[in-house]
């Protein structure tokens, strides 16, 4: 037997009204992380859209602070079972980021500070479903939990809201970012199970 | 070169010897990797681990480039190893 348990696929919890099949409720705000934590300067911070033809669109930290802001209340579900109900941020609508920027692309994948990636396609980024966020709980968005910046998607499992976010590159075709390559699904809606690949 | 703890991994390699285990018929930790990244190479129990995390994510001690994950699913278990350009497994006996 390994160190970690067989899968997350399992027993299944007693209903709540928010909770997506196979979760259980925690009130803290457990850390999961896929390597060492990045600690980026706000001066050397920078967030960049590249389209499927290459061209650039870019914020440092004093541009992006100046862009307008939502405050959002959410339920995020995490692949490992656990969901928070009820999480406030505030962050930039990605339909704000988006708006001026000429493409076709169906898909992105998103990049973080460290290397993590993450496929998540184009019409999940728009309609007031996503966000960059940078306070959590009305503070500073801390490392840990992916400070400066980090994508907020939370329709789909947490893994696709990306820590230390820098960036998303729009792309025609989908294709697998960190966790998709291992096995993980490449959509990830928590309201269908949708945690390994074949879910 | 970076050391477990340092930098929030909390586990060696020798973290994956039961996973691995049912995967290949030898103790993988005991074999010899290639970091893709940098071509490092040393003894899978001394890469660096996450396991909180979903998955159990392996990197280099060198150059932290990740070398291996193992994602189980309840039925299956996924093994990436693109971060490896080789492992080298000593042949009992010899």
């Known amino acids: 037997m390994g160190i970690i348990s067989r899968g997350f696929g399992g027993r299944r919890r007693e209903s709540v009204p928010g909770l997506p099949p196979g979760q259980y409720l925690t009130h803290d705000f457990p850390v999961l992380s896929a390597g060492p934590t990045p600690r980026i300067p706000l001066d050397r911070w920078r967030f960049t859209l590249t389209t499927e033809t290459g061209d650039k669109t870019s914020w440092n930290w004093t541009e992006f602070q100046a862009l307008p802001a939502e405050d959002v209340t959410v339920d995020i579900h995490c692949v490992t079972k656990w969901s928070k109900l009820g999480t406030t941020w505030r962050g930039v609508s990605l339909d704000t980021l988006l708006a001026d920027v000429e493409s076709e692309a169906e898909y992105t994948m998103v990049h973080s500070f460290g290397g993590y990636t993450t496929n998540v396609p184009m019409e999940d980024l728009l309609d007031g479903k996503a966000w960059v966020a940078y306070k959590f709980d009305g503070e500073d968005l801390e490392p840990e939990h992916g400070g400066p910046a980090r994508l907020l998607i939370p329709h789909l499992y947490f893994w696709k809201s990306a820590k230390w976010v820098n960036g998303v590159q729009l792309m025609p075709q989908d294709e697998p970012g960190f966790w998709e390559a291992a096995g993980y699904h490449m959509y990830g809606d928590p309201w269908r199970e949708q945690r390994y690949q074949g879910d | ?94």
């Open chain 2, 1 to 94: 070169m970076t050391q477990p703890g340092e930098t929030g991994a909390a586990l060696d390699g020798n973290a994956m010897a039961g996973d691995l285990r049912e995967i290949f018929a030898v103790d993988v930790t005991a074999a010899r990797y290639m970091c893709a990244g940098c071509t490092h190479t040393d003894a899978v129990a001394t890469l660096m681990v996450w396991a909180h995390s979903p998955g159990l994510v392996a990197r280099c001690p060198h150059c932290s480039d990740v070398v291996l994950r193992v994602v189980r699913a309840p039925d299956k278990v996924y093994l990436d190893l693109r971060g490896s350009v080789r492992l080298e497994v000593p042949l009992e006996g010899s």
